[in-house]
C-alpha cells in the first residue's frame, strides 16, 4: 500500500495567511509568499510512493487553491475542528482507515528535500512513530503506524512542541525515530535563513524563489 502523505494547508488569502511576516512583506506580499510554499511543498510531496491529500484549515474548496489542486492533482479534505493536536488526532485516524502508514507534514517548510519525506517513510518499518525536528523546537512530519495517544500535553507553537511530543509518546509506550532536523519558516529571521539559502540554491524552492525575487 502507498504512504498517505497529508499536507496541512491553509488558504492564501490577504491577512490570514503569514501573518508574523506582514512587518517584513505587507499582507498581501505575505500572502503571496505563503501561496509560493504551497506550490513547493506539493512538488516536494506528490512523488512516487505518496498519496497525497490537502488537509484544509478552512473551506477546502476555497478558490484560492483551485490552481494548486488542478496542477497538482491532489484531493481536498477539511482539517477537523480544535486545536492542532485534535486535528492530528482525526486525521490520523481517517488515513489510518485505508493506509497503513501515514505522514502529516505543513506548509511552512518549502525547501524540504524529497529525500526527507522517503527517509521518514522508511523509518515508520522501524519505529511505530516518526517525527522530523525543526531548528525552532517544533517539527516538520509527524508520521504514524496506529492511531497516537492524546497529544493534549503538548504546548503548540512553542520551543516545547517536539519534546512534548516525543514525552506523550514514550510515556504510551511507543518508540519514536527522530529524522534529520530541518527549518520552517514563520518569523522574520526565518525569512532571512530562507533568503540566503535560495541564494545559493534557487532550484530547492523554485516558486518561492521567484516569489521572494519579487518581494525583497
Aim: glycine letters at 8%.
Amino acid at each position: 500500500m502507498s504512504t498517505a502523505l497529508w499536507v496541512f494547508v491553509r488558504p492564501p488569502i490577504t491577512g490570514h495567511a503569514k501573518t508574523r511576516l506582514t512587518p517584513r512583506l505587507g499582507a498581501d506580499g505575505a500572502a503571496r509568499l505563503y501561496a509560493a510554499f504551497l506550490h513547493d511543498t506539493l512538488r516536494t510531496s506528490c512523488q512516487p510512493g505518496f498519496e497525497v491529500t490537502l488537509c484544509v484549515a478552512g473551506e477546502p474548496e476555497h478558490a484560492s487553491l483551485a490552481a494548486l489542486q488542478r496542477r497538482h492533482e491532489v484531493r481536498t479534505l477539511a482539517q477537523g475542528p480544535g486545536d492542532l493536536g485534535a486535528k492530528l488526532d482525526a486525521a490520523f485516524r481517517r488515513a489510518l482507515s485505508h493506509h497503513e502508514h501515514v505522514l502529516i507534514v505543513g506548509s511552512d517548510a518549502p525547501t524540504l528535500p524529497r529525500s526527507y519525506l522517503r527517509a521518514a517513510r522508511d523509518a515508520l518499518c522501524r519505529a511505530p512513530v516518526v517525527l522530523g525536528p525543526c531548528l525552532d523546537g517544533g517539527y516538520y512530519v509527524i508520521g504514524a503506524r496506529h492511531a497516537l495517544p492524546s497529544l493534549g500535553p503538548v504546548r503548540w507553537s512553542s520551543p516545547h512542541t517536539l519534546r512534548d511530543t516525543v514525552r506523550v509518546c514514550t510515556k504510551a509506550g511507543l518508540e519514536v525515530a527522530l529524522l534529520a532536523p530541518w527549518y520552517d519558516v514563520d518569523t522574520p529571521s526565518d525569512l532571512d535563513l530562507l533568503r540566503l539559502h535560495l541564494r545559493l540554491k534557487p532550484g530547492a524552492a523554485p516558486a518561492t524563489a521567484r516569489e521572494l525575487r519579487l518581494r525583497l
